[in-house]
C-alpha cells in the first residue's frame, strides 16, 4: 500500500499527517503553529519528512497560494504567509519526490474521489472560510489553467467600488462570500462597529430579525456568485466546504439559483470529505500520479 506524508499548510496552522492511496488517514493529526519565518517553514517540514522519510513514498502538500502546473512550486503566496514563502525549494526538503497542490484544489478533489462530488463530471468547490477559495475539476482533472492558478474566486460581483478585496482589486466574489465578508454586512447593516461573525451566527440561532436579514444578505450574495460560476462551467453540482458552510441554506441555494440559470439544473451540497479533505486530496493526487 502507498503512502503519503500529508501537510495542509495555512496561515495560523499546519496541519500533517500519514494518509494511504485510498485516502485513509493512518495516524493521529498532528498539529503545528505555522512558522513566521522561511527558516522556521524550512525547518518544520524537513524534520517531519525526515522521521517517515523511510516508510511513505511521497510528501504531499496542500498549501495556500496558486501552484505550477509541474506541482513543485508556490506561484502566488497568500498574504498571511511569512514572505519570501513562494521562494521556498520544497523539493530539497527530501529525497523523494514533494508534490504541492493549492489546498482548496486539493479539496475538491478529495470530495471528487470519496466526497459530495463522487461519481460526477464536472463539479465546482467553494471554500468559505475567512475567504473564499475555488477548485473546479472537469471530465477527471482538476482545471488549472495555463499557469495553475485557475479556480481563484476574484470575479467581479458590483462595480461601484463598495468593498476593497484582499487581492487589492474592488468587489470580488471572495470579499462578499467569505467569513470576512458577513462580518463587514452585520457592520454597514447594523452600524455596529467590531461585530463578529460568532456576533452574527449566535443572533440568527436566537432568532434576532436583524442578525437573520444580515445573513440573508450574505447568502444571498453567495447566490448570485454560484449562478455566474453555473452559467460559466454547467456542473452536475457545487459543493461548499469551510467553515462558513453550515451556515447557508443549501436547498434555498439551490432553488434560487436554479430558477435563474441558463444551464440545466445543478445540485448544491455541502462537503463530505471532512476537515482534513485538503490532505486527503493532495495525497490523493500525488499518489495517483504513480510515484
Known amino acids: 500500500m502507498k503512502k503519503a506524508l500529508a501537510f495542509d499548510i495555512g496561515g495560523t496552522k499546519i496541519f500533517s499527517t500519514i494518509i494511504s492511496e485510498k485516502g485513509e488517514i493512518l495516524e493521529d493529526i498532528v498539529k503545528f503553529p505555522t512558522p513566521k519565518t522561511i527558516s522556521g517553514f524550512e525547518e518544520l517540514l524537513s524534520e517531519r519528512i525526515k522521521q517517515y522519510e523511510d516508510i511513505i513514498d511521497v510528501t504531499a ?5 496558486a501552484v505550477n502546473n509541474e506541482n513543485t512550486a508556490v506561484i502566488g503566496s497568500t498574504g498571511n504567509l511569512v514572505k519570501g514563502y513562494s521562494d521556498i525549494d520544497f523539493s530539497k526538503l527530501s529525497k523523494k519526490t514533494v508534490f ?3 489546498d482548496a484544489n486539493s479539496a475538491a478533489w478529495a470530495e471528487y474521489k470519496i466526497g459530495a462530488s463522487k461519481d460526477t463530471t464536472v463539479s465546482v468547490l467553494l471554500t468559505l472560510g475567512t475567504g473564499v477559495g475555488g477548485g473546479i475539476i472537469i471530465n477527471d482533472k482538476l482545471l488549472k489553467g495555463k499557469s495553475g492558478a485557475a479556480g481563484e474566486m476574484h470575479f467581479k460581483m458590483y462595480s461601484d467600488k463598495r468593498r476593497k478585496c484582499t487581492c487589492g ?19 454597514e447593516m447594523l452600524g455596529i462597529k467590531n461585530i463578529t461573525t460568532y456576533d452574527i451566527i449566535s443572533g440568527v440561532q436566537n432568532k434576532n430579525p436583524d442578525m ?10 453567495i447566490i448570485i456568485g454560484i449562478k455566474g460560476l453555473v452559467n460559466l462551467f454547467d456542473p452536475d453540482c457545487i459543493i461548499l466546504s469551510g467553515s ?9 441555494i439551490q432553488d434560487e439559483v436554479n430558477s435563474d440559470i441558463v444551464t440545466t439544473p445543478t445540485i448544491i451540497k455541502l462537503a463530505e470529505a471532512g476537515n482534513y479533505a485538503g490532505m486527503i486530496g493532495v495525497s490523493l493526487l500525488a499518489l495517483d500520479r504513480g510515484v
Do not use: R
Open 169 to 187: 482589486g474592488w468587489d470580488c466574489f471572495e470579499i462578499y462570500a467569505s467569513g470576512t465578508a458577513l462580518k463587514l454586512d452585520g457592520e
Open 244 to 252: 462558513m458552510a453550515q451556515f447557508t441554506n443549501t436547498e434555498k
Open 61 to 65: 502538500i496542500a498549501t495556500a497560494g
Open 212 to 221: 437573520i436579514k444580515v445573513l440573508e444578505k450574505w447568502q444571498n450574495d
Open 100 to 102: 504541492l497542490e493549492n
